[in-house]
């Protein structure tokens, strides 16, 4: 999958995290069989138990050295588990959050893809077309978004899987719904991943950048979406995380509120995703 890196203005290649397993699930009669086990909320739980295992803990340096993470960036302790390692904590002054006038950031280390909203709008995610109605389960209206942006943040099993609020503001609404929990890699294209999936959807007033609506996405094997108590936040301040497995923050943002970055819309507009980091600026208000 190539992937555009803004900081280098060069392509890279990104790993698919058990590429071999997924197309195995997704790609044979006999693995679709065993993947109506494999994406139960049971199986999903049991998997995150597991990695809680101290016994895991062998598995984190291997997953260091495979996907190139540089733990320079992040605290120095000891890990008790896999899934304590996946849930670690950026070191202080890693990810500085932009603190420019009426900036817009990204609130995960992701891979972003950028769309207009608009009535017929139909995003292609993963090979499938989805509205963003089906997004929000059809519980929320989402009339008054419509020529604003919908912005895909994809993380992958490599990434900081802690994400944060991108303005300051405070919680209006939030609701979960529960789904089936499909893998957010492009193996399954054959299903409607983001409708299936378990998400969590939140509503808030910003400051700079009126209504936000932001969908937390679970994809297979993450047990839970963990996200902190908070009526009133500020920008950067860290809303959750997910547990161990590749998971999706979706932002709604209306007409005429942001700019998004040129170089970001380019790369969108030929379908590639930029790879944005958490609390980076990604766009400005209006």
């Known amino acids: 999958m ?17 590429q071999s397993k997924l197309e195995f699930l997704y790609g044979n009669a006999f693995g679709r069989i065993i993947l109506k086990i494999v994406i139960s909320p049971v199986t999903s739980r049991f998997y995150g138990w597991l990695k ?107 990434d900081y899987h802690r994400y944060c609020f991108v303005g300051n503001g405070r919680m209006t609404s939030s609701y979960s719904i529960r789904g089936k929990l499909h893998t957010v890699s492009s193996i399954s294209k054959d299903h409607k991943i983001y409708k299936e999936n378990s998400r969590v959807v939140n509503r808030y007033e910003t400051e700079d950048f009126s209504d936000i609506i932001q969908i937390e996405v679970g994809a297979l094997l993450v047990g839970r979406i963990v996200n902190h108590p908070a009526e009133v936040f500020s920008k950067g301040e860290e809303k959750g995380y997910f547990e161990p497995g590749g998971s999706t923050i979706i932002i709604l943002v209306k007409k005429d509120i942001i700019n998004i970055d040129d170089d970001i819309i380019e790369e969108s507009d030929k379908g590639i995703e930029t790879k944005v980091r958490y609390g980076e600026r990604i766009g400005t208000g209006i």
């Open 52 to 158: 809680r295992q101290r016994s895991t803990v062998k598995d984190i340096k291997p997953f260091i050295e495979e996907y190139g993470i540089d733990m320079n960036d992040f605290e120095d302790r000891e890990y008790v588990s896999f899934a304590d390692f996946f849930t670690r904590k950026i070191r202080e002054g890693a990810r500085p959050v932009c603190r420019e006038p009426h900036s817009f950031i990204s609130p995960a280390d992701s891979k972003l893809l950028v769309y207009r909203i608009s009535e017929d709008l139909m995003m292609e995610i993963k090979g499938r077309s989805y509205t963003v109605s089906e997004l929000v389960g059809g519980r929320e209206d989402v009339s008054s978004f419509n020529g604003g942006y919908a912005l895909v943040f994809r993380l992958s099993m490599d």
């Open 2 to 18: 190539k992937i555009y890196d803004r900081r280098t203005g060069k392509y890279i290649e990104s790993a698919q995290y058990g």
